[in-house]
């Protein structure tokens, strides 16, 4: 049996098209027609006035801390659970995470949990829509509110999820979005960023092109980032764009095969829940091991190999990696989860027989039958 991979990239509209314009018109660096059609679609996708395009989801995420003047000394509030990159963008700038324990029944960052945290240091709120599912929103911007804090949303798995009918990125000052092969939608590499914002736009731009000034040709105005995205990448990306409802719809269907095969095992394993007033865009399916299991996750992991199965594990909580260690750091639920969690292959190839397989092999490796 063929081995089935737990991400997969699929090109059915006009990306390969685009991709041949960009060369036959020799248009392949950081100018271009699809780079200005990418950044207003994706702008108008998620309806907010401005969207930036950056060569990858981690530089954007810099250059929303550059923009924002992180400096060390400075922290920025974020959940322990999520990808490095997140933490990874406010230490460029010498700036602190602080990181947030997850609720264990949407993985997300907990808000009961911030307000503990906040102090003088604190710059921004970062929350991150893991996997796909909005953080709860409301009382995260309240309490950035009452507290005149920024917040930044890091939706780099999360294109096109809502939040109240609303689209995660324009929450908050600004969004973040990734285009790395293995998300909703993706550009090979690439990265966007979304705000309403002229002032905090402008920023960005500038320092995004090597802070050269608007009026006078290889004059820089301050210290810049060379972070552009090229025209092949946005032309893959528009491309993949056009078809984005597509894409969440695949991913729908495959999250409602894993619930229907999966359901009535609640007792061995538990998957990410969903708010009534959330529309989850199920960048991965998850399971979270429960005590029935009497495998520890890696066997369980080693076990599904075995049937030619690619799995992944949760995310690890930061404080617990070397860069980020720090034994202070409680964040219980957290650990909890990425001890025992498991991403499922999540891509739109999978056919029924494909999750049907895979929720087999699962469920006899987790029941010992
Ligand atoms: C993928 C991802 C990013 C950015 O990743 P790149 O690979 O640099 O595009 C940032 N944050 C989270 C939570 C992600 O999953």
């Not at 660096?29 to 679609?41: P, T, V, Y």
Request: proline residues 5%.
């Amino acid at each position: 049996m063929k081995r089935i991979s737990i991400a997969n990239p699929v090109f059915n509209g006009n990306e390969k098209k685009y991709l041949d314009e960009c060369i036959d018109t020799g248009w392949v660096s950081a100018n271009g027609r699809f780079i200005n059609e990418f950044e207003k679609k994706f702008a108008e996708f998620c309806g907010t006035k401005y969207a930036i395009s950056c060569s990858n989801g981690t530089v954007t995420l810099h250059l929303l801390m550059l923009a924002l003047g992180i400096r060390p000394g400075d922290e920025v509030i974020m959940p322990d659970l999520t990808y490095i990159a997140t933490a990874n963008a406010v230490r460029y700038c010498g700036g602190k995470p602080v990181f947030i324990d997850s609720r264990k029944d949407t993985f997300n960052m907990d808000p009961a949990k911030i307000e503990e945290k906040i102090n003088v240091h604190t710059k921004a709120i970062m929350p991150v829509h893991l996997y796909g599912l909005p953080c709860d929103m409301d009382p995260i911007l309240e309490i950035a509110a009452r507290h005149g804090l920024p917040v930044i949303e890091d939706a780099a798995e999360a294109h096109g999820a809502e939040y109240k009918g609303r689209k995660v990125g324009s929450f908050g000052l600004a969004g973040s979005f990734s285009f790395f092969g293995n998300k909703i939608i993706t550009s090979g590499e690439g990265g966007m960023i979304v705000t309403d914002d002229e002032v905090f736009y402008q920023r960005m731009k500038l320092l995004k092109g090597q802070a050269v000034s608007p009026e006078k040709k290889y004059w820089h105005i301050d210290v810049g980032y060379n972070y552009r995205m090229t025209n092949m990448q946005a032309a893959v990306g528009l491309g993949q764009l056009e078809n984005v409802e597509w894409h969440i719809g695949q991913r729908k269907r495959v999250a409602d095969l894993y619930k229907k095969f999966l359901g009535d095992y609640t007792d061995y394993v538990l998957m990410q829940a969903e708010p009534e007033d959330c529309k989850h865009v199920y960048w991965m399916n998850n399971v979270i091991l429960q005590d029935k299991v009497t495998k520890n996750r890696d066997q369980v992991m080693q076990q599904m190999e075995e049937c030619n199965i690619e799995m992944r594990p949760l995310f690890y909580p930061m404080h617990i990696m070397p860069p980020y260690y720090d034994t202070n750091v409680e964040c219980p639920v957290a650990e909890k989860l990425a001890a025992r969690g498991i991403s499922l292959p999540s891509h739109a190839l999978l056919t029924e027989e494909n999750v049907r397989y895979i929720c087999e092999c699962l469920i006899r490796i987790i029941t010992g039958e």
